[in-house]
Protein backbone atom coordinates (compact mmCIF):
# COMPACT_ATOMS: atom_id res chain seq x y z
CA UNK A 1 0.00 0.00 0.00
CA UNK A 2 1.73 3.14 -0.88
CA UNK A 3 0.20 6.79 -0.23
CA UNK A 4 0.71 9.77 -2.35
CA UNK A 5 1.91 12.24 0.98
CA UNK A 6 1.79 11.82 4.54
CA UNK A 7 -1.28 12.89 6.60
CA UNK A 8 -0.38 16.29 8.71
CA UNK A 9 -2.27 17.19 12.21
CA UNK A 10 -3.27 20.86 11.52
CA UNK A 11 -3.57 22.91 14.84
CA UNK A 12 -6.13 25.81 13.33
CA UNK A 13 -5.65 29.01 15.58
CA UNK A 14 -8.34 31.63 15.28
CA UNK A 15 -9.76 34.64 16.51
CA UNK A 16 -13.11 33.67 17.54
CA UNK A 17 -12.64 33.41 21.49
CA UNK A 18 -15.96 32.21 23.50
CA UNK A 19 -16.43 33.46 26.69
CA UNK A 20 -19.51 33.01 29.72
CA UNK A 21 -20.51 36.65 29.36
CA UNK A 22 -19.25 40.26 30.57
CA UNK A 23 -18.00 42.18 33.56
CA UNK A 24 -20.99 45.21 33.89
CA UNK A 25 -20.80 48.30 33.64
CA UNK A 26 -17.51 48.49 31.59
CA UNK A 27 -16.30 47.80 27.98
CA UNK A 28 -13.15 47.80 26.31
CA UNK A 29 -12.29 50.40 23.61
CA UNK A 30 -9.52 50.76 21.48
CA UNK A 31 -9.43 54.55 20.14
CA UNK A 32 -6.80 55.35 17.05
CA UNK A 33 -3.34 55.88 18.12
CA UNK A 34 -2.46 59.17 16.71
CA UNK A 35 -5.25 60.67 18.56
CA UNK A 36 -4.26 62.18 22.03
CA UNK A 37 -6.29 61.08 24.82
CA UNK A 38 -6.52 62.84 28.18
CA UNK A 39 -9.52 61.70 30.26
CA UNK A 40 -11.35 64.41 32.23
CA UNK A 41 -14.32 64.37 34.49
CA UNK A 42 -16.93 66.85 33.25
CA UNK A 43 -18.97 69.03 35.76
CA UNK A 44 -22.13 66.58 35.11
CA UNK A 45 -19.87 63.45 36.26
CA UNK A 46 -18.96 62.22 32.83
CA UNK A 47 -15.66 61.80 31.27
CA UNK A 48 -14.35 64.37 28.81
CA UNK A 49 -11.52 63.67 26.20
CA UNK A 50 -11.50 67.17 24.56
CA UNK A 51 -12.71 65.69 20.99
CA UNK A 52 -15.86 66.73 20.47
CA UNK A 53 -17.17 63.35 18.71
CA UNK A 54 -15.84 61.15 21.42
CA UNK A 55 -17.48 63.11 23.97
CA UNK A 56 -20.58 63.49 22.74
CA UNK A 57 -20.37 59.64 23.24
CA UNK A 58 -19.45 60.33 26.70
CA UNK A 59 -22.24 61.92 27.76
CA UNK A 60 -25.08 60.27 25.56
CA UNK A 61 -23.93 56.75 26.96
CA UNK A 62 -23.16 58.01 30.58
CA UNK A 63 -19.30 57.12 30.99
CA UNK A 64 -18.59 58.46 34.44
CA UNK A 65 -14.99 56.34 34.55
CA UNK A 66 -12.29 55.95 32.03
CA UNK A 67 -8.68 54.76 32.03
CA UNK A 68 -6.15 53.58 29.57
CA UNK A 69 -4.95 49.76 29.48
CA UNK A 70 -0.88 50.29 29.29
CA UNK A 71 0.97 52.82 31.15
CA UNK A 72 2.80 55.13 29.12
CA UNK A 73 6.30 53.68 28.03
CA UNK A 74 9.51 56.01 28.78
CA UNK A 75 11.67 54.20 26.93
CA UNK A 76 11.40 54.46 23.04
CA UNK A 77 11.36 50.78 21.95
CA UNK A 78 9.02 49.85 24.58
CA UNK A 79 6.94 53.03 22.92
CA UNK A 80 7.28 52.38 19.38
CA UNK A 81 6.23 48.46 19.78
CA UNK A 82 2.99 49.60 22.42
CA UNK A 83 2.11 52.34 19.87
CA UNK A 84 -0.93 50.27 17.73
CA UNK A 85 -2.86 50.18 21.45
CA UNK A 86 -1.20 53.03 23.54
CA UNK A 87 -5.19 54.39 23.29
CA UNK A 88 -6.88 50.26 24.56
CA UNK A 89 -9.01 52.03 27.41
CA UNK A 90 -11.44 50.41 29.58
CA UNK A 91 -14.59 52.41 29.86
CA UNK A 92 -17.46 52.93 32.79
CA UNK A 93 -21.34 53.60 32.13
CA UNK A 94 -23.59 53.78 34.24
CA UNK A 95 -26.46 52.23 32.01
CA UNK A 96 -27.52 48.67 32.39
CA UNK A 97 -24.78 45.98 31.49
CA UNK A 98 -26.96 44.18 28.97
CA UNK A 99 -26.62 47.47 26.42
CA UNK A 100 -22.87 46.83 26.51
CA UNK A 101 -22.92 45.37 23.29
CA UNK A 102 -25.24 47.99 21.72
CA UNK A 103 -22.92 50.63 23.28
CA UNK A 104 -20.02 48.91 21.73
CA UNK A 105 -21.28 48.89 18.26
CA UNK A 106 -22.23 53.23 18.44
CA UNK A 107 -18.39 53.66 19.56
CA UNK A 108 -16.95 51.38 16.51
CA UNK A 109 -18.88 53.77 14.25
CA UNK A 110 -16.84 56.52 15.39
CA UNK A 111 -14.01 57.47 12.92
CA UNK A 112 -11.62 57.68 16.28
CA UNK A 113 -12.17 54.04 17.31
CA UNK A 114 -10.67 50.96 15.75
CA UNK A 115 -12.83 48.19 18.11
CA UNK A 116 -15.39 48.51 20.76
CA UNK A 117 -15.73 44.88 22.75
CA UNK A 118 -17.47 44.30 25.74
CA UNK A 119 -15.41 43.18 28.72
CA UNK A 120 -15.71 38.94 28.59
CA UNK A 121 -15.34 36.60 31.21
CA UNK A 122 -13.48 33.58 30.29
CA UNK A 123 -14.25 30.28 31.14
CA UNK A 124 -11.19 28.41 33.12
CA UNK A 125 -9.90 24.62 32.25
CA UNK A 126 -12.58 24.15 29.57
CA UNK A 127 -12.15 20.58 29.34
CA UNK A 128 -14.73 18.50 26.56
CA UNK A 129 -17.07 15.80 27.75
CA UNK A 130 -15.78 13.83 25.05
CA UNK A 131 -15.56 9.60 26.30
CA UNK A 132 -12.38 9.29 24.24
CA UNK A 133 -10.32 12.18 25.48
CA UNK A 134 -7.74 10.44 27.51
CA UNK A 135 -6.53 8.15 24.86
CA UNK A 136 -5.81 11.49 22.93
CA UNK A 137 -1.94 11.33 24.18
CA UNK A 138 -1.00 14.32 21.59
CA UNK A 139 -3.81 16.96 23.41
CA UNK A 140 -1.52 17.41 26.66
CA UNK A 141 1.74 17.30 24.40
CA UNK A 142 0.58 20.38 22.16
CA UNK A 143 -0.94 21.68 25.52
CA UNK A 144 -4.72 21.76 23.60
CA UNK A 145 -6.40 22.46 27.14
CA UNK A 146 -4.63 25.60 27.35
CA UNK A 147 -5.43 26.85 24.11
CA UNK A 148 -9.29 25.78 24.71
CA UNK A 149 -8.79 28.22 27.50
CA UNK A 150 -8.98 31.09 24.53
CA UNK A 151 -10.54 29.35 21.63
CA UNK A 152 -12.01 26.52 20.79
CA UNK A 153 -12.35 27.08 16.80
CA UNK A 154 -14.81 28.72 14.38
CA UNK A 155 -16.76 27.33 11.29
CA UNK A 156 -15.51 30.47 9.56
CA UNK A 157 -12.59 28.45 9.10
CA UNK A 158 -12.38 26.26 6.48
CA UNK A 159 -9.54 23.14 6.74
CA UNK A 160 -9.59 20.34 3.72
CA UNK A 161 -7.48 16.88 3.35
CA UNK A 162 -6.79 15.13 -0.03
CA UNK A 163 -7.69 11.39 1.55
CA UNK A 164 -11.61 11.70 1.84
CA UNK A 165 -13.23 11.46 4.68
CA UNK A 166 -16.13 9.38 6.25
CA UNK A 167 -18.67 12.48 6.10
CA UNK A 168 -21.05 10.79 7.84
CA UNK A 169 -18.97 9.74 10.81
CA UNK A 170 -20.91 11.27 13.96
CA UNK A 171 -18.19 13.03 14.93
CA UNK A 172 -17.59 14.69 11.85
CA UNK A 173 -20.89 15.22 10.30
CA UNK A 174 -21.81 18.32 12.33
CA UNK A 175 -18.25 20.17 11.04
CA UNK A 176 -18.64 19.59 7.70
CA UNK A 177 -18.02 22.70 5.11
CA UNK A 178 -21.57 22.94 3.18
CA UNK A 179 -21.05 24.69 0.00
CA UNK A 180 -22.82 28.18 -0.10
CA UNK A 181 -23.49 27.70 -4.01
CA UNK A 182 -24.89 24.46 -4.03
CA UNK A 183 -27.16 24.63 -0.35
CA UNK A 184 -30.37 25.29 -2.35
CA UNK A 185 -32.13 25.18 0.27
CA UNK A 186 -29.87 27.45 2.91
CA UNK A 187 -30.43 24.67 5.41
CA UNK A 188 -26.98 23.81 5.88
CA UNK A 189 -27.41 20.20 5.92
CA UNK A 190 -24.63 17.85 3.92
CA UNK A 191 -25.02 15.98 1.50
CA UNK A 192 -28.83 16.85 1.68
CA UNK A 193 -30.69 15.25 -1.11
CA UNK A 194 -32.77 18.31 -1.66
CA UNK A 195 -30.09 20.00 -3.27
CA UNK A 196 -28.88 17.26 -5.24
CA UNK A 197 -30.04 18.91 -8.85
CA UNK A 198 -27.68 17.55 -10.80
CA UNK A 199 -27.12 20.83 -11.77
CA UNK A 200 -24.10 22.77 -11.66
CA UNK A 201 -25.19 25.83 -9.79
CA UNK A 202 -22.49 27.72 -8.47
CA UNK A 203 -20.70 27.77 -11.61
CA UNK A 204 -17.58 25.55 -10.83
CA UNK A 205 -17.49 22.80 -13.23
CA UNK A 206 -18.19 20.41 -10.50
CA UNK A 207 -21.92 19.59 -9.85
CA UNK A 208 -23.40 18.91 -6.57
CA UNK A 209 -20.21 19.21 -5.08
CA UNK A 210 -22.07 20.25 -1.60
CA UNK A 211 -19.24 18.89 0.62
CA UNK A 212 -16.18 18.69 -1.45
CA UNK A 213 -15.31 16.40 -4.49
CA UNK A 214 -13.69 13.31 -5.35
CA UNK A 215 -11.36 13.76 -8.22
CA UNK A 216 -10.07 10.13 -8.72
CA UNK A 217 -11.41 8.85 -12.45
CA UNK A 218 -10.10 6.38 -14.48
CA UNK A 219 -8.09 3.62 -12.32
CA UNK A 220 -10.02 0.62 -12.92
CA UNK A 221 -7.76 -1.84 -11.19
CA UNK A 222 -4.99 0.71 -9.83
CA UNK A 223 -7.43 1.25 -6.98
CA UNK A 224 -8.02 -2.19 -4.23
CA UNK A 225 -11.23 -4.27 -4.22
CA UNK A 226 -14.35 -2.05 -3.09
CA UNK A 227 -12.15 1.23 -3.68
CA UNK A 228 -14.02 4.03 -5.73
CA UNK A 229 -11.06 4.62 -8.88
CA UNK A 230 -13.58 4.97 -11.76
CA UNK A 231 -15.30 8.43 -12.07
CA UNK A 232 -15.17 11.86 -10.74
CA UNK A 233 -18.25 12.56 -8.26
CA UNK A 234 -19.02 14.54 -5.09
CA UNK A 235 -19.07 11.99 -2.75
CA UNK A 236 -15.56 12.05 -1.20
CA UNK A 237 -15.81 8.99 0.97
CA UNK A 238 -11.98 7.48 2.83
CA UNK A 239 -11.72 4.40 2.19
CA UNK A 240 -9.04 2.81 4.57
CA UNK A 241 -10.77 5.09 7.70
CA UNK A 242 -7.44 7.57 7.62
CA UNK A 243 -8.51 10.48 5.89
CA UNK A 244 -11.52 10.61 8.71
CA UNK A 245 -8.49 9.48 11.63
CA UNK A 246 -6.28 12.70 10.65
CA UNK A 247 -9.99 14.92 9.44
CA UNK A 248 -11.17 13.69 13.62
CA UNK A 249 -7.72 15.09 14.49
CA UNK A 250 -8.09 18.30 13.31
CA UNK A 251 -11.72 19.08 13.74
CA UNK A 252 -14.06 16.30 15.29
CA UNK A 253 -16.36 18.24 17.01
CA UNK A 254 -15.80 18.86 20.50
CA UNK A 255 -17.80 18.59 23.99
CA UNK A 256 -20.61 16.61 22.29
CA UNK A 257 -20.63 13.16 23.80
CA UNK A 258 -19.14 11.20 21.18
CA UNK A 259 -16.01 9.85 20.64
CA UNK A 260 -12.81 12.22 20.60
CA UNK A 261 -12.31 16.14 20.69
CA UNK A 262 -11.05 17.90 17.75
CA UNK A 263 -7.74 20.31 18.17
CA UNK A 264 -10.77 22.53 16.60
CA UNK A 265 -13.95 21.90 18.13
CA UNK A 266 -16.42 23.78 15.65
CA UNK A 267 -14.28 24.30 12.11
CA UNK A 268 -15.36 23.51 8.22
CA UNK A 269 -14.20 20.60 6.98
CA UNK A 270 -13.64 20.06 2.97
CA UNK A 271 -13.79 16.89 2.00
CA UNK A 272 -11.17 16.52 -1.25
CA UNK A 273 -10.12 12.77 -2.29
CA UNK A 274 -7.42 12.73 -4.72
CA UNK A 275 -5.73 9.82 -2.63
CA UNK A 276 -6.15 6.15 -3.21
CA UNK A 277 -4.58 2.78 -1.79
CA UNK A 278 -3.21 1.37 -4.99
CA UNK A 279 0.48 0.95 -5.44
CA UNK A 280 0.00 4.01 -8.10
CA UNK A 281 -0.82 7.74 -7.77
CA UNK A 282 -1.44 10.32 -9.90
CA UNK A 283 -0.37 14.09 -9.74
CA UNK A 284 -3.12 15.61 -11.82
CA UNK A 285 -5.79 15.06 -8.98
CA UNK A 286 -3.56 16.74 -6.49
CA UNK A 287 -3.61 19.43 -8.99
CA UNK A 288 -7.14 19.76 -10.03
CA UNK A 289 -8.02 19.05 -6.55
CA UNK A 290 -5.49 22.56 -5.86
Not at 2 to 21: C, D, E
Not at 97 to 125: G, T, W
Not at 232 to 240: A, E, L, S, V, W
Not at 271 to 283: H, N, T
Request: charge should be negative.
Amino acid sequence: MKRMLPAAIVLVMTTQIFASGWLPDRFLVLFKPEIELNFQKGDDGFVRTGIPEIDSLMVEFKIFKAKKLFPKATNPIYAQKRYPVRNQSILYTKLDSSLIPDICKRFEQSRFVILADPDHVYEVCAIPNDPRLDRQWYIDTIDAKGAWDFTRGSRNVIVTNIEGVQWYHPDIYDNLWVNPGEDLDHDGVPMDPDDMNGIDDDGNGYIDDLIGWDFIEGLGGMVVPGEDGEDQDNNPDDFDGHGTHTMGVIGAVGNNHVGIAGINWRISLMILRSDYLGPLGGRHEMAAEI
